[in-house]
């Protein structure tokens, strides 16, 4: 009898290193039982989309008759809703062509059938190329290895069945590193935003834009540096989209800290004891580099040449009016002795007055920082300037005026101070694409 509280859209069979799509034995009749066994517990004869992940030879990779890689001879006339077969020389590209695909119909739900021995390897695979958006069903068979009938794929070493749990886990995390590595970047070259108002020769950062990642999701494309699990961009494309991003900033990943937002002002000294949110960071400690995410949310570097301190820090709305800015200000003044007047600040990509909006009763509060922080306060939802709010506040704190850059600078090629509803070229924006939007971040270091 069907189990009627499965609900899987897809099912995909691992063959891919089986051997049973090779082995004319014994062993592979027994894995097809096993498979027709499971589909049937599942759905009956009402099997839903399948994917077989198959094993391709590297010579045969570009040779579309090749019969060596066809899949078992199973009853496919019974697999009415569709299948198709998935074939490379890496499971991690067969599992993330396949994500895209379902991505792209907005599924998120699967049986997966596959050899018990795969399990440890499988697990890997999802944590790294899928999010909690997905819910899996694993189902598993046993492929019993004859001596006699072991397979020696072309140009390898021959198929080791024994691996030990943590070998089995690396194999996979290599496989899933070296696909995303070897991936062309998408939406042109990696393009870093950078402040003249912050010293070079004493300061690395930057302000990252979309371009020159390997996230492919329409609304993630493609230098997501955030992974989420209400988001599809899984934890392995973020952190090879970090990788990049390193390479091209100069910076090691490994070192990488950013702020753990709250849409609050609690700043972390970094030394002293991470608090379990703050959405400001501040250092004097070389080799490290802090940041803070924004998208369209303002993302704020601070820097002190005197005295080589340095701060990030993420200002929604929210923080705004909370006075994140001057709390990351104040916690370099307190712990670092920088003098207010030598702090330098840079608001980053963010949304404009042109796009954001609050109802009444929140922009309000905008409107008594001063009246030009909003726009049209009589209609329901007001046009507010959380930047203009956050300058004012900074320089109500002391913050020299020509010590802040924001999108009042009257050279234009050299503002970073961008809208981001307003640029879908350039940057992300969760007010212009909705809750799966991409992240950029600002971020500085000591040199």
């Known amino acids: 009898?069907?189990?009627?509280?499965c609900k899987e859209e897809v099912v995909l069979i691992d063959l891919y290193d089986s051997g049973c799509h090779k082995n004319k034995s014994l062993n592979k009749d027994k894995a097809l039982q096993h498979i027709r066994t499971i589909t049937q517990k599942h759905y009956g004869a009402n099997i839903p989309f399948t994917y077989f992940m198959v094993y391709q030879d590297p010579i045969y990779k570009d040779n579309k008759s090749d019969k060596h890689s066809d899949i078992p001879e199973m009853d496919l006339d019974s697999l009415k809703n569709g299948f198709k077969i998935v074939k490379d020389t890496s499971l991690a590209a067969i599992l993330y062509t396949i994500k895209q695909e379902i991505d792209t119909l907005d599924i998120s739900t699967a049986l997966i059938i596959l050899p018990q021995q795969k399990k440890l390897e499988m697990d890997i695979y999802l944590d790294q190329l899928f999010t909690a958006m997905y819910t899996f069903t694993l189902e598993y068979f046993t492929i019993q290895h004859c001596k006699e009938n072991t397979i020696q794929r072309c140009?390898?070493?021959p198929e080791k069945n024994e691996l030990s749990d943590e070998d089995a886990k690396e194999h996979a995390r290599r496989n899933i590193k070296s696909y995303l590595q070897s991936l062309p970047s998408l939406k042109g070259e990696l393009v870093i935003l950078k402040s003249q108002k912050i010293p070079e020769d004493i300061f690395l950062h930057g302000f990252t834009t979309r371009c020159g990642g390997v996230s492919s999701i329409p609304t993630l494309s493609s230098l997501n540096l955030f992974c989420s699990p209400k988001r599809r961009d899984p934890k392995g494309v973020v952190a090879e989209n970090f990788r990049r991003l390193g390479k091209?900033?100069?910076f090691d990943p490994q070192t990488y800290v950013p702020v753990k937002v709250d849409h609050a002002e609690n700043v972390?000294?970094?030394?002293k004891p991470e608090p379990p949110c703050y959405d400001g960071i501040v250092t004097n400690h070389k080799g490290v580099t802090i940041a803070a995410p924004g998208a369209d949310c303002i993302p704020i570097l601070f820097c002190d040449p005197v005295r080589r301190a340095c701060g990030a820090a993420h200002s929604g709305w929210k923080g705004t009016l909370?006075?994140?800015?001057?709390a990351t200000v104040n916690a370099m003044i307190s712990e670092y002795g920088s003098d207010v007047k030598d702090i330098l600040v840079v608001l980053g990509p963010s949304v404009g007055p042109c796009c954001f909006t609050l109802v009444q009763e929140e922009a309000k509060a905008f409107h008594e920082i001063d009246p030009q922080c909003v726009r049209q306060p009589e209609i329901p939802k007001p046009y507010v300037d959380i930047r203009r709010a956050t300058r004012i506040l900074l320089e109500r704190g002391g913050i020299l005026p020509e010590n802040i850059q924001d999108d009042t600078i009257l050279d234009k090629s050299k503002n970073v101070t961008l809208c981001t509803s307003c640029h879908?070229?350039?940057?992300?924006s969760h007010v212009r694409d909705g809750n799966n939007f991409g992240t950029q971040i600002c971020f500085i270091s000591i040199k």
């Open 155 to 157: 140009g390898t070493e």
């Open 322 to 326: 909370l006075g994140v800015s001057m």
């Open 248 to 250: 091209a900033a100069g």
């Open 268 to 271: 972390w000294i970094m030394g």
């Open 424 to 428: 879908p070229d350039t940057f992300f």
């Open 1 to 5: 009898m069907v189990e009627e509280t």
